[in-house]
């Protein structure tokens, strides 16, 4: 099974999601931005270094807010969320098209990929 780590990035009241680009894997799905945790990465090493290729912005990781597994066509993946804090808000996305602010309260009107789901259920519940 493949770990793939979901920045959880909360600020003022907003919580940061993507739009995958068309032509990539969920094209057209919003989702917490960051992906497949190498072997020897702790999340946390995938975390910072996902967000620096994906969105070319610096972070700093916190600790594992939530876990979810979940069986795609394709094979199986842990969704490993992770506490997020950004440096810059000055994104340059290569594989979303897309990246926004999203209300707490809004995030399940987005049309997110399947495995984001429970994870946002939970952040829409807390906030």
């Keep these: 099974m493949k770990t793939v780590v979901?920045?959880?990035?909360?600020?003022?009241?907003?919580?940061?999601?993507?739009?995958?680009?068309?032509?990539?894997?969920?094209?057209?799905?919003?989702e917490f931005p960051?992906?497949?945790?190498?072997?020897?990465?702790?999340?946390?090493q995938a975390l910072i270094r996902e967000l620096r290729e994906e969105l070319g912005v610096?972070?700093?990781?916190?600790?594992?807010?939530a876990r979810n597994e979940y069986r795609y066509p394709e094979g199986s993946i842990m969704?490993?969320?992770?506490?997020?804090?950004?440096?810059?808000?000055d994104f340059s996305p290569t594989d979303h098209d897309l990246?926004?602010?999203?209300p707490l309260g809004k995030l399940l009107e987005y049309d997110l990929s399947p495995a984001d789901i429970p994870i946002a259920r939970e952040l829409a519940?807390?906030?």
């Design 6 to 30: 979901a920045a959880i990035a909360v600020r003022d009241g907003k919580v940061l999601l993507a739009r995958r680009r068309p032509g990539e894997s969920n094209a057209g799905l919003w």
């Design 34 to 44: 960051g992906g497949t945790v190498k072997d020897g990465e702790t999340p946390q």
């Design 58 to 65: 610096r972070a700093k990781a916190g600790p594992v807010v």
């Design 79 to 89: 969704l490993v969320a992770v506490q997020a804090e950004l440096e810059s808000s």
């Design 99 to 102: 990246v926004e602010w999203v």
């Design 125 to 127: 519940r807390v906030r």
